[in-house]
């Protein structure tokens, strides 16, 4: 650690060029409540603080520092956090990493058992923050080769293991017990209490050693969590149990029976086990997503060295520039460029379009799709954790362990909720001493014990981030990439959709719509595609690409008039090719037949080329952005969700009304700046809007910052996909009304997973204690009780795996 003593901390900043900008960030600092005194160093780029509470007060300086302008250099991380045991082991976990100093935010996901923390790594280090886990009974898994990610395997499937064996175990001791504790024959037979005592004892103090264990960790450190409630409620029983076991007189002599609870402690820690169990199952099938996007990139690779000499070697080998041949029915490796060969490759996947694409010479594959039948060799051009997969793959596991703001109020309830049960389990007792007569103590015992049983902070914890869970991933396999569960939970309030519209709804390149002949021949067609083939015009990629088939003829000499078109010369006859403002500069007219055919292209908004000799219009090309074959669906599915669109665009009004009207937009602007969308975005929101921002361009990139949901239109610009939260990977329009669906059911299922989670305690802990009583006589049993703790969280992970299967 870099700090001198405990209330100094030494904050690195970037971007500080001057004595101004240290005065500057200085001025912030003075803001921060909780420092003592500070000064900013310019020549060490960094702050000096001195505080009281470290911990506190770094979060806040850090955003302070931040809101200025400047930044504090950070590590963020996501690491295993072992040993937790319900959602209050979250929340204290949690808290002990937010208290370490250094830590500017930390995280602690129970439902994937994750820990995301963001740290100034000048100040701590991950080795520190595992040591400040394990004093409090938790663990920190921070090795992040691949054998460790093999090794956390191992020890989840052991974990998994050993707990059905306990759990059968367990369930084999508990049923002869209930037998003996509930059957008349047996329960007066004298020797009974030292049978059951004899089933019970390994139950408890062996196959639950787990919850006495972590009970004892947590009130070192004066916390507790669900391990306490367990712990607690079976030891009690328990032990009272033993008592009245070994000296029955005592109740003799008071005129009571002395009654033993043994099946009751067993049975428990069994129904316990056995609800932990089906939870890890289900909770397994929470993060199948990233288990299947991880299993998609192979093992091994071919590799072709110089001479076409092949060698299979491992994956992680691999390296920018390598030659890597792809049989039929082989997964890619890693991201490159087909060289030779050509095949149909299945992106499903990745995009979540079902159709096989077209790869051949210059083509670009994508690591973990599926070659088909034809074989190619292609060139690695990003391997590791630069390949699509892997970031795909770090962007689902970063989004799986973010929080909803929802979770904010459910996490306080769950801080408090152990310390609150324990409360009430003890006033229940006392209550029942007062009040309940001769047998209150005995009965008072059970309710207590029940109390203790019943609650469930678990299917708290779990309600939102396992709907988050399931969400994302089932996002994932659509082809939709959810960066984090905040821009999810607003996807779902939103009203306003800003739609950019060159690569959101069109195409993002020019294509010849229709071609115009006035003088048709071979010989012409080739002069034209050969003119355009050695020009660097955009709009000439899309003719040569339209008469692709055409003979190349050499020989041609082009020369460039900016803004106009090419001039060519070719066997000392000239050519023009390029707008109308070139052919009037050179004398050449448009016949009626071809100006009625060029008015009726310009009504439709195209680009118009003319291919001209020195006497007369040889043919005419309109080029446009063509919309996507799904545009006009989506706006349509859009409007029809009450959803206002807009389409803004750089283009000019003729164009852009001509697409606004093609696929029902009746709000659009034109010649619109990057400034200019960033203003309409925030005049929506300033009308009361939650604003969806759609781009793919790094023009686009401001807007999508600003709004409240900003989605980025796949294979775009690399910034707006950076800046978006949410990204279509095909860049199929559809796929946005499909996001919103898939936002609003999974908060739908969060609201379900918090309402059942909530009811379930409200109305179980009073019952428990023995609210019923007075009105009818019931009593909950705590094996009952235990059986429901038990259900309340897999019934909860359980409603969130339905969203796998719902129709979106």
Known sequence: MATKDKNTLYLPLQGMDSEHCAMIIDKGLKEVKGISSHKVELNNNRAVIETNDAAAVLPVAVKQVRSLGYDVPTVKKTYPVLNMSCASCAASSQDVLTMQPGVVS?????????????????ITNPQVLKSALQSVGYDLMIDESDE????????????????????LWSVALSVPLVVLGMVPVFMKQPWVPYLMWVLATPVVLYFGRQFFIGAYK?????????DTLVALSTGVAYLFSVFNTLFPEFWHKQGRHADVYFEASAVVIAFILLGKLLEDRAKAKTSSAIKGLMGLQPKTVTVVHHGGHQMEMPVSSVQQGTMLLVKPGEKIAVDGTVTTGSSYVDESMISGEPVAVIKQEGSKVFAGTLNQKGSFQFRADKVGSDTLLAQIIKMVQDAQGSRAPVQNLVDKIAGIFVPVVIAVAVLTFVAWIVLGGQNGFTQGLMAMVTVLVIACPCALGLATPTAIMVGVGRGASLGILIKDADSLEHAAKVTAVVLDKTGTLTQGKPQVTDVKWFVENDECKSLFFSIEKSSSHPLAEAITA??????????????NNAGKGVRAEFNGKTYWVGNRTLLTENNITIGSEAESWVTAQLEKAQTLVFFADESQLLAAVAIADALKPTSVAAVKQLQAEGIAVYMLTGDNEATAKTIAETVGIQQYKANVLPQDKLDFVKELQQKGNVVAMAGDGINDSAALAQADVSIAMGRGSDVAMDVAKMTIISGDLLKLPIAIHLSRKTMATVRQNLFWAFIYNVIGIPVAAGLLYPVNGFLLNPMIA???????????VSNSLLLKIKKI
């Open 786 to 796: 235990g059986a429901a703790m038990a259900l309340s969280s897999v019934s909860v």
């Open 546 to 559: 339209y008469f692709g088939s055409a003979h190349f003829i050499e020989g041609i000499t082009i020369e």
């Open 218 to 226: 947590q009130a070192k450190h004066r916390s507790a969590n669900m």
């Open 148 to 167: 460790a990610t093999d090794s956390l395997t191992d020890l989840q499937r052991e974990h998994y293991n050993s707990l059905k064996k306990r759990t």
């Open 106 to 122: 930390a995280t602690v996901n129970y439902a994937n058992g994750n820990g995301t923390i963001e740290f100034i790594p000048t």
